[in-house]
């Protein structure tokens, strides 16, 4: 299936958007999402949640071009990162928030179902 | 019986007690980057490469020349050897290729420690401003060589993927093998970390004379370069156990 996918799917388009790699840990009462954002700066970022998804549209400071480069055999330059991702647990877009430190986009999203704590009798 | 993985050398190539540096792919790259910015920065000479009907059917194309992507580098008239890839070594060629890699330096009769440079996945990698490298050694020479350099040592827990079973094949050549490990991102390129196992080589390859600037300025643009790779060697992680190196050994010490 991923083999299939990478066959199918670059992660880059001709749209000049990269796919950022992304990591998703589900920690307790939140998930926590992170993303490599090379080349971005936080103001430059721009982070929208649903309850069950979470999309970064991060534009770089500088486009970077690459030239004769693989199938496309032509100048091609990137802008900015896009990619959404489909959270395994729904979440509370309100409680989110998110820090960008040497390059990493880290975003905490409680989940929507706490635990209860059951006593013991 | 054909082998498995063959390691093929240009003709007329020669090894003066030669120093192994191994940056196959791994967490973070470490390896990857680092070799290969040591091979570009110093111009070292392309002398081979390894070949295996294990690897996927890649070759790569640099200034539109053909070239294998493991590849095996050479400098300082055969002292210092580099072994890199440019592709995630698929899990089931782990042993077949350590093992082929053991026997072919003790072919080209290495005595100095081998040097496998690699990461160490830190969940709390964004917080670390210089990652710290640590390292593993596989024989009473190899753990000198290491007391000798003040080297801060794992001492408990699981190591996973091609750096352990080189460290394991050369023990049973009787070569010795060190593994060294910078902090870094488990999933992202890491060239802070490279950089930071790069300076830890200059202290076992005293000739090495490369300053580490360049990486890390160009660290960002590295990192863009490098995701594919990533993307590769993580799918390829979860088979080789490298979660485990999470894990506590059970044994009662």
Redesign the interface.
């Known amino acids: 299936m991923e083999i299939e996918r990478r066959i199918l799917k670059a992660t880059w388009g001709y749209n000049g958007n990269l796919e950022p790699l992304y990591e998703v840990e589900d920690e307790d009462d939140e998930i926590l999402v992170t993303f490599d954002l090379p080349c971005v700066r936080k103001e430059d970022v721009e982070i929208n949640t649903t309850k069950d998804t979470v999309e970064v549209i991060a534009k770089m400071s500088n486009a970077v071009c690459w030239e004769r480069w693989g199938v496309v055999q032509k100048e091609i330059s990137f802008q900015s990162f896009r990619r959404q991702i489909r959270l395994p647990e729904p979440i509370d877009p309100n409680k989110a928030h998110a820090t960008l430190k040497n390059g990493i986009l880290r975003i905490t999203l409680p989940k929507t179902k706490r635990k209860v704590l059951i006593s013991i009798e | 019986m054909e082998e498995v993985v063959k390691i093929v050398e240009e003709d007329g190539v020669e090894y003066k007690n030669p120093i192994v540096i191994e940056g196959l792919p791994d967490v973070g790259l470490v390896g990857t980057i680092a070799a290969s910015y040591i091979v570009e920065k110093l111009n070292y000479k392309e002398i081979g490469h390894i070949e295996s009907d294990l690897f996927p059917p890649v070759m790569v194309i640099h200034d539109g020349k053909l070239k294998n992507p493991f590849r095996i580098y050479s400098a300082e008239g055969g002292r210092i050897v580099v072994v890199l890839s440019e592709v995630a070594v698929p899990p089931k060629a782990v042993y077949p290729l350590t093992t082929a890699l053991a026997d072919w330096f003790h072919k080209i009769d290495v005595k100095q420690p081998v040097i496998s440079v690699k990461g160490l996945p830190m969940k709390n ?3 670390i401003e210089k990652p710290e490298v640590f390292a593993v050694g596989n024989d009473e020479g190899a753990m000198k060589e290491l007391k000798a350099k003040q080297m801060d040592l794992l001492e408990e827990g699981f190591i996973a993927g091609t750096y352990a079973i080189m460290l394991r094949e050369c023990s049973k050549r009787k070569i010795s093998a060190i593994s060294l490990l910078a902090q870094c ?5 890491d060239p ?1 970390a490279a950089a930071s196992a790069i300076e830890t080589v200059k202290k076992f390859v005293t000739s090495l004379d490369i300053d580490v600037g360049e990486l890390l300025e160009n ?3 590295i ?2 370069k490098a ?2 790779l ?2 590769q060697t993580a ?1 390829s992680a979860s088979e080789m156990q490298k979660g485990m190196e999470q894990d506590m050994p059970i044994m009662y010490r």
């Open positions: 990698r964004m917080d991102y488990p999933v992202y390129p802070g660290a960002e643009g990192k863009l995701r594919d990533m993307q799918l």
